[in-house]
């Protein structure tokens, strides 16, 4: 298929990987029955640079976008185990990625179906044969809108952690796998040392600073699988899958150790901030409401001792 030439820059600049694309690249899980069509898709969009994953069966579906976390999803019609439009429905239902760009790719033809398929939410209905640009054109736009609207509602601003309604559903995501794995998880709430007089004296201006500085920090300091959350005002919480609670302790008790000698500044003068954190291991807790409950209680504790302390 032979594109007019200004068509052609246009589509060009359209896919062409933005900065944060390339650091990050765009992540589309394939849900296709017939392999060797998956790996066909699959290797149109790596070669602009999209990460790709491929499910042969609508029942790994769940798991792979639980895992894979994509930003967008291309999905066969006619699937022997389980129809598209059934699988869009569940997928539809799940919270953490209620919204998430739903694509049929399908041979089907008729109008009344494609909109039937339309109206449970799924964004668009490209038809098998599809050509590369419509591929690529449809799913870059899509996938990094999506990107950048989720970026929006899950972050909190000022630091860049996940906001308090993101983390608790990525929570409950890790608290059910790690029961369901039987590997440990640790819960945390980390809370900054009279931090109201830090304000007071150096101006909110510089307690802004602080929190980045921390958040900054912790991001440094964890795993990328680890989940840093701003639970609020000068609170954080983190979500340390696969970490014993003895190990969560010593990361943590490090960085507190660390964080202390940090220099904080201000234009009336540098300053020092300390925080508390409390720990709760997830296993033998039944909901993540009560694992919070008990890091909190946990922060509590290392409050009333004194502060700057890790307690668990
Ligand atoms: P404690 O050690 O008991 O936690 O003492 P604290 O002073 O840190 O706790 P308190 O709850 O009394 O005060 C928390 C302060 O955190 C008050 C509030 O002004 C400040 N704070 C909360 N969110 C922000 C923010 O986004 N920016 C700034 N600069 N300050 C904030
Ligand atoms: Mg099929
Ligand atoms: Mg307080
Ligand atoms: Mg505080
Ligand atoms: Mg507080």
């Excluded at 089907?108 to 490209?126: H, M, N, P, S």
């Excluded at 054109?137 to 989720?150: G, M, Q, S």
């Excluded at 696969?242 to 943590?252: C, E, H, P, S």
Aim: aromatic share 6%.
């Amino acid at each position: 298929l032979a594109w007019p030439m200004q068509v052609r820059e246009l589509l060009d600049a359209l896919v062409l990987p933005q900065q944060q694309d390339r650091r990050n690249p765009l992540r589309v899980l394939l849900i296709e029955d017939m392999g060797s069509l998956a790996g066909l898709y699959s290797a149109v969009l790596n070669q602009h640079g999209i990460l790709t994953e491929e499910v042969t069966r609508p029942s790994r579906a769940l798991e792979a976008i639980e895992r894979f976390r994509p930003d967008l999803i291309l999905m066969d019609m006619y699937m022997p185990e389980c129809d598209g439009k059934e699988l869009a429905r569940i997928i539809r239902q799940q919270g953490l990625m209620d919204g998430i760009p739903i694509i049929f790719l399908s041979m089907e033809k008729r109008q009344d179906i494609q909109l039937d398929t339309l109206a449970l939410g799924v964004d668009g209905y490209l038809t098998k044969p599809v050509s590369s640009d419509e591929l690529v054109v449809t799913v870059t736009t899509r996938a990094r809108r999506y990107r950048k609207l989720r970026s929006y509602i899950s972050t909190d601003s000022l630091t860049g952690l996940l906001n308090h309604t993101h983390l608790f559903a990525r929570l409950e995501y890790e608290f059910a796998r790690a029961q369901r794995e039987r590997v440990p998880l640790v819960m945390v709430m980390l809370d900054l040392d009279h931090f109201k007089r830090i304000n007071d004296n150096y101006g909110h201006q510089a307690g802004d600073e602080v929190l980045v500085n921390l958040a900054r920090f912790l991001r440094e300091r964890l795993r990328r699988s680890d989940l840093i959350g701003r639970y609020g005002g000068e609170e954080f919480a983190l979500v340390l899958p696969g970490m014993t609670v003895d190990q969560a302790y010593r990361l943590l008790e490090a960085i507190r150790g660390d964080f202390e000698l940090l220099d904080q500044q201000s234009p009336r003068g540098r300053f020092r901030q300390t925080f508390s954190a409390g720990l709760c291991g997830a296993e033998g807790v039944t909901d993540v409401v009560a694992l919070v409950q008990r890091a909190d209680a946990m922060l509590y504790r290392a409050k009333e001792l004194g502060r700057n302390l890790v307690v668990a």
